[in-house]
C-alpha cells in the first residue's frame, strides 16, 4: 500500500477501530498496517493519545464513551494507559497558574453519531509544573521497571525450582534402573572356586552290573556327567535328570553342543549338586533336529552316595 494510500484513512475512522466499531476485516486490515508500516503506527499512536485524553477530559460523546469503557479498556495496558493520563491530568489541574485549566475546544475533524471526539488541548502549565511533570513520568517508569524486574525475578525462580524439581527425578530415575537391574542379574560366580565332581557315563548298556556310583561330600557345588555317544548324529543335544522311582524330572540343561572325552565324542553337563539324594538315577539324553523337535538317543543310569 502506497503512502497516499495509507493516509485516505479519516481520523475518525481510526478512532472507530480503536474503540472497536469496525467490521472485523477492516479491523483485522488495520492490524496488519499497524505492525507493519511505522509511519501508520505512529499516527495511529498520536490519535490513540488524543482518544484517551478526551476521555479524560471527559469530551466523548455518551454512545463514544460507552464504546471506549467497554473495547478500548478491556486490557490491563489500556487500562493502565488510561490511569497513567488521568493522574498526570490532576497533576496539571493542580499545578495549573490560575484556579482552572482553560480547555479550549477546538475545531472537530468528523463526528460519530451526533457528536465528535475533540482533538488533545496542549495544557499551558508553568516550568516547574512541567519538571515535576517529568519527574511524574519517571516515577512511574522506575515502578513498572520494578514490576518488570520483579515478575522476571519470580520467572527465574519458578523455572530453577522446576529445573530442580526435574534432576530430583532423573536422580530417582537412575536409581531405580540400578536397582531394578542389579536385582534382575545374578551375582557373578568364580567357577575356578566352586568344588566340582566328575563322573563319566559310557554308552547304555543293558544290567545293573553297568551302574555307575557319584560321591558327593559336603560343600560339593556341582556334578558334572559327561555322557559318551556312539555316534553324533544331531546338531544339539539335552540331558534330563529323572528319578526312575516316580519318574519324576530332578533337573534339565539347555541345549547343548558335543564335545569329547577320552578320544569319544561327549556331551558334558553340570547340575547343582544340592539337587541330587542318595537314590538311583537316569540321565536321559535326547538329540534336537534343525526343526527343534526332540528324540531319546540313550538313558544312562547311575546311583549318588552321600558322604
Not at 76 to 105: E, T
Request: glycine share 4%.
Amino acid at each position: 500500500m502506497s503512502s497516499s494510500e495509507k493516509n485516505v484513512f479519516e481520523d475518525q475512522y481510526l478512532v472507530l477501530y480503536l474503540v472497536g466499531a469496525l467490521p472485523a476485516d477492516e479491523a483485522d486490515r488495520l492490524d496488519q498496517l499497524s505492525i507493519a508500516d511505522d509511519d501508520f503506527a505512529w499516527r495511529l499512536c498520536k490519535i490513540e493519545n488524543d482518544l484517551v485524553d478526551s476521555y479524560v477530559r471527559s469530551e466523548l460523546s455518551g454512545e463514544m464513551r460507552a464504546r471506549f469503557k467497554a473495547f478500548y479498556m478491556a486490557t490491563p495496558q489500556r487500562q493502565q494507559k488510561v490511569q497513567f493520563a488521568q493522574g498526570l491530568r490532576q497533576f496539571q489541574v493542580a499545578n495549573a497558574p490560575g484556579a482552572r485549566i482553560a480547555d479550549k475546544p477546538y475545531k472537530s475533524r468528523a463526528r460519530f453519531g451526533s457528536t465528535f471526539l475533540p482533538s488533545r488541548i496542549i495544557p499551558q502549565v508553568g516550568i516547574s509544573a512541567a519538571a515535576l511533570a517529568m519527574v511524574l513520568i519517571a516515577g512511574y517508569l522506575l515502578v513498572q521497571n520494578a514490576h518488570l524486574r520483579r515478575e522476571a525475578r519470580d520467572a527465574r525462580a519458578q523455572y530453577e525450582s522446576i529445573d530442580q524439581r526435574a534432576r530430583n527425578l532423573e536422580n530417582d530415575l537412575k536409581q531405580q534402573r540400578t536397582a531394578h537391574t542389579q536385582a534382575q542379574t545374578p551375582p557373578t560366580v568364580d567357577i575356578a572356586q566352586l568344588k566340582t565332581v566328575s563322573l563319566l557315563l559310557p554308552p547304555p548298556t543293558r544290567g545293573l552290573s553297568s551302574l555307575k556310583t557319584v560321591t558327593i561330600h559336603p560343600g560339593t557345588d556341582l556334578v558334572v556327567l559327561l555322557l559318551t555317544l556312539e555316534s553324533a548324529e544331531f546338531p544339539g543335544y539335552r540331558v534330563i535328570v529323572k528319578d526312575p522311582a516316580t519318574n519324576q524330572v530332578v533337573w534339565q540343561s539347555s541345549e547343548l553342543e558335543v564335545g569329547s572325552a577320552d578320544d569319544k565324542k561327549a556331551v558334558s553337563v553340570a547340575l547343582p549338586a544340592n539337587r541330587l539324594k542318595e537314590r538311583n538315577y537316569i540321565a536321559e539324553i535326547a538329540g534336537l533336529t534343525n526343526a527343534g523337535r526332540q528324540r531319546i538317543v540313550g538313558d544312562y543310569p547311575f546311583h549318588v552316595v552321600l558322604r
